[in-house]
C-alpha cells in the first residue's frame, strides 16, 4: 500500500520527467536530481573559484613589490583596478543575459563565457612578457563572466517544471 507521501514522490518523478523530456534533457537522475545539475553544479563551481580567486588575488599582486613579482603600484590605484573590475563583472551579466535572450541562447552563451574566461586565464598566465597580456586577461574574464553569470543559472531553472501556487 502506497502512503501519500510515496504518491506525492511518485507524481513529482513523473512530472519531472515529462518537464526533462519535453526540454530535450536527458531522465537520467542522480540522488533524484537531474544529472545535468551536478554538471552545472561543478561548471558553476569553477567559474566562482575563478572569480573569487581573482578577487582575492588581485589587489595583493598589484601592490606587491618588483621585487617579489608584483606590480608595486600604489594601494589606492590597485584598490580603484579592483573596484572597477568587481562593478564590471557584476554589471555585465545584464548584457550577457540580454544577448543570451535574443541571439545565442542559454546554453551556447555558457559556452561562449567559459571559453572566454579561459582564454582570460590564459592571457594572465603570459602576463610576464607583456602588461598588455594581464589587462586583457581582467577584460577577458568580465566579459566571459557577463555571458556565462546569468545564462548558467536560467539553465538551472529550466531543469525543473514551475510550481504555480
Same mark, same amino acid.
Given at each position: 500500500?502506497? !502512503?501519500s507521501? +510515496?504518491t ?6 513523473? +512530472?519531472?520527467d515529462?518537464?526533462?523530456e519535453?526540454? $530535450?534533457? *536527458?531522465?537520467?537522475k542522480?540522488f533524484?536530481?537531474p544529472?545535468?545539475?551536478f @554538471?552545472?553544479?561543478? !561548471?558553476?563551481?569553477w567559474?566562482?573559484?575563478?572569480y573569487? $580567486?581573482?578577487?582575492?588575488?588581485? @589587489?595583493?599582486?598589484?601592490?606587491s613589490?618588483l621585487?617579489?613579482n608584483?606590480?608595486?603600484?600604489p594601494?589606492?590605484e590597485a584598490?580603484?583596478?579592483? &573596484? =572597477?573590475?568587481?562593478?564590471? /563583472?557584476?554589471? !555585465? #551579466?545584464i548584457?550577457g543575459?540580454?544577448? &543570451?535572450d535574443?541571439?545565442t $541562447?542559454?546554453?551556447?552563451? @555558457? =559556452? =561562449?563565457?567559459?571559453? /572566454?574566461? !579561459?582564454l582570460?586565464?590564459a592571457?594572465? &598566465?603570459? +602576463?610576464?612578457?607583456?602588461n598588455n597580456?594581464?589587462?586583457?586577461g581582467?577584460?577577458?574574464?568580465i566579459? $566571459? ?6 545564462? =548558467?543559472? *536560467?539553465? /538551472?531553472?529550466?531543469?525543473? #517544471? *514551475?510550481?504555480?501556487?
Amino acid at each position: 500500500m502506497q !502512503t501519500s507521501n +510515496e504518491t506525492i514522490s511518485i507524481d513529482h518523478d513523473k +512530472e519531472l520527467d515529462l518537464h526533462l523530456e519535453s526540454q $530535450g534533457v *536527458s531522465k537520467e537522475k542522480l540522488f533524484s536530481h537531474p544529472v545535468g545539475l551536478f @554538471v552545472l553544479f561543478f !561548471t558553476e563551481m569553477w567559474e566562482r573559484f575563478s572569480y573569487y $580567486g581573482m578577487r582575492a588575488i588581485l @589587489v595583493l599582486f598589484l601592490i606587491s613589490d618588483l621585487s617579489k613579482n608584483g606590480w608595486g603600484w600604489p594601494r589606492p590605484e590597485a584598490l580603484q583596478l579592483y &573596484a =572597477i573590475y568587481t562593478g564590471l /563583472v557584476y554589471f !555585465t #551579466p545584464i548584457l550577457g543575459g540580454l544577448i &543570451a535572450d535574443r541571439f545565442t $541562447g542559454y546554453r551556447k552563451a @555558457v =559556452i =561562449i563565457g567559459a571559453f /572566454v574566461m !579561459t582564454l582570460g586565464h590564459a592571457a594572465m &598566465a603570459l +602576463e610576464g612578457f607583456s602588461n598588455n597580456f594581464f589587462y586583457a586577461g581582467l577584460l577577458l574574464l568580465i566579459i $566571459g563572466n557577463g555571458f556565462f553569470k546569468p545564462n =548558467i543559472s *536560467s539553465i /538551472v531553472g529550466k531543469l525543473y #517544471p *514551475s510550481h504555480k501556487r
